[in-house]
């Protein structure tokens, strides 16, 4: 019997450390903005400024535009997101059925107090991030999506986590409402929407998941909005 050793049936895999590394490394340089909305990133200059072999810095950014933090263009490169605010409304569309989803499965899920106090403590920083924000409600982004990724997490399920990450990751990390047009909530109404889905999660809210959710992600369109002001225009 013939038991030669048959080719492996994919090629060796490079190791991922350094490109994950990388990618890491840059998801936090965009959350800080650091870079600016329709900035092309080229792998030759970043890995000059950054100090990195061109290939991890290519592989960490085709990491970034599977989640949807930048663009991918083919034969163009790489760039930071430019959103406006149809699109920032199509992505409210997209991700309200899945977030009540994870509001329902969290509820039933029945999390540990220890879970839901981290949560309150999320909501808590969301908070104080909001009341040192003045004019700059970006600096309110990264709280907000913390808050929001623990509850997904809450519901157990992994692919509905999956979902809902690559479907408002960009929303969250490069949008304010406020540069969009749209009025955004004072800091007594984002306490009592974020507890809101605190309380339905622990079954003390007569709510339906569907009503949280609707309330929460209601944007208050007494200003004009103009669907080709992007963000980029007003965080410059």
Not at 202 to 228: F, G, I, P, W, Y
Request: hydrophobic share 40%.
């Amino acid at each position: 019997m013939n038991r030669s050793v048959k080719p492996a049936a994919f090629p060796l895999l490079r190791p991922t450390s350094l490109r994950v590394n990388v990618a890491d490394f840059l998801r936090t340089v965009l959350l800080n903005r650091g870079f600016q909305p329709g900035e092309e990133l080229t792998d030759s200059a970043l890995a000059a400024k950054f100090g990195v072999s061109r290939g991890p810095i290519r592989e960490a950014l085709i990491i970034l535009a599977e989640e949807g933090l930048v663009e991918h263009r083919h034969y163009r490169g790489f760039r930071v997101p430019i959103l406006n605010a149809a699109d920032l409304l199509q992505v409210n569309e997209a991700r309200s059925p899945l977030e009540i989803l994870a509001l329902e499965q969290a509820r039933a899920r029945k999390p540990s107090p220890q879970e839901i106090n981290l949560l309150v403590n999320l909501k808590q920083a969301l908070i104080e991030a909001h009341a040192r924000s003045t004019d700059d409600l970006s600096l309110t982004a990264y709280p907000d999506y913390a808050f929001h990724y623990k509850v997904w997490e809450l519901s157990g399920n992994p692919w509905l986590v999956a979902g809902l990450k690559r479907i408002c990751s960009v929303r969250f990390l490069y949008v304010s409402a406020r540069s969009l047009g749209f009025v955004t909530s004072d800091q007594l109404e984002m306490d009592r929407k974020h507890q809101q889905y605190i309380d339905y999660i622990t079954d003390r809210c007569s709510h339906t998941a569907e009503e949280c959710v609707a309330r929460h992600l209601k944007l208050d369109r007494s200003e004009s909005v103009q669907a080709d002001v992007s963000f980029g225009e007003s965080s410059r």
